[in-house]
Each structure stands twice: as structure tokens, then as C-alpha cells.
């Protein structure tokens, strides 16, 4: 993270390297194979991270693209990885 490159999703914590928002903190719309959600569309605030967060754990954290799901797959782990500013 030392670029300012994004590559955390700020929604679920998932991160396979591609960049959701680029060293100026502008979105690239990569839509997450975990939560579905798309870098730069209603995740711009915490308030709003938190909401989409809210909605898919009570959703069940259901993936988005499941075939991309690894098979050690943990969602706590996973929800650890979301950066502190984005809790
Ligand atoms: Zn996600």
C-alpha cells in the first residue's frame, strides 16, 4: 500500500491484487468476486462501507462469482484484511 494503489476491497477485504482505486484515491469500478461490490460505487465513505458491509454478511456473505471462492476460504480472516479506515 505504500504506492497508494487500492487493492483491498473496502467492503468484504478482499484483495487478489487489482487495483480498486489508483494512487489518487480515484476508482476503477473493479467489481469484487466476494461481495459484488464495484470500487467507486456507494463505497466511497465509511458510512457507506459499512452499509454494503451490513447488507452482504446479513446477506450470508454470499460470493459474488463463486468459482473465484478459495477452498480455505475463511470470512473472518478475510474481514480482518479490511483496512482500519474502512471499518
Ligand atoms: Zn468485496
Known amino acids: 500500500m505504500e504506492s497508494g494503489l487500492e487493492t483491498v476491497c473496502r467492503i468484504c477485504g478482499l484483495d487478489v491484487g487489482e487495483v480498486r482505486f489508483d494512487e489518487h484515491g480515484l476508482a476503477l469500478f473493479v467489481i469484487c468476486g466476494c461481495c459484488g461490490t464495484e470500487s467507486g460505487v456507494g463505497d466511497d465513505t465509511v458510512a457507506q462501507a459499512r452499509l454494503l458491509r451490513d447488507r452482504w454478511l ?16 475463511e470470512l473472518q480472516g478475510q474481514l480482518h484484511k479490511i483496512p ?3 471499518r
Open 84 to 86: 482500519s479506515r474502512w
Open 58 to 73: 446479513d446477506a450470508q456473505a454470499v460470493w459474488f462469482d463463486p468459482g473465484t471462492r478459495p477452498a480455505e476460504w
